[in-house]
């Protein structure tokens, strides 16, 4: 497993970015200010390889929560890991 974090800019806003990378498959959580807030997405990436080559790739998000949308999903959804 390899595991790094990082800080990134996009659309005008610097944003934190952790990467857990197994088994094909990588897990983003990025969290940014904008407009006030505190803004979450968790996005999973997913890639067959064969021969050292992706010859397909899903990508699935969250998209992107307000602080509101945060405590709605806190408020219902109990988390086996968070």
């Given amino acids: 497993m390899w595991c790094s974090e990082g800080i990134f800019y ?3 806003e610097w944003l ?3 990467y857990d990378l197994a088994d094909n498959e990588a ?3 990025e969290r940014w200010d904008h407009d ?3 803004w979450y ?3 999973m990436i997913r890639a ?3 021969d050292d080559r992706i010859v397909e790739m899903s990508v699935y998000c969250t998209g992107d929560w307000d602080e509101a949308r945060q ?3 806190a408020a219902a959804v ?3 890991r968070p």
């Fill in 10 to 12: 996009k659309d005008g």
């Fill in 16 to 18: 934190h970015a952790d």
């Fill in 48 to 50: 067959d390889v064969v």
């Fill in 27 to 29: 897990t983003v959580e």
């Fill in 41 to 43: 997405c968790r996005e």
């Fill in 71 to 73: 405590r709605d999903h």
């Fill in 36 to 38: 006030g807030q505190r």
């Fill in 78 to 80: 109990r988390l086996i």
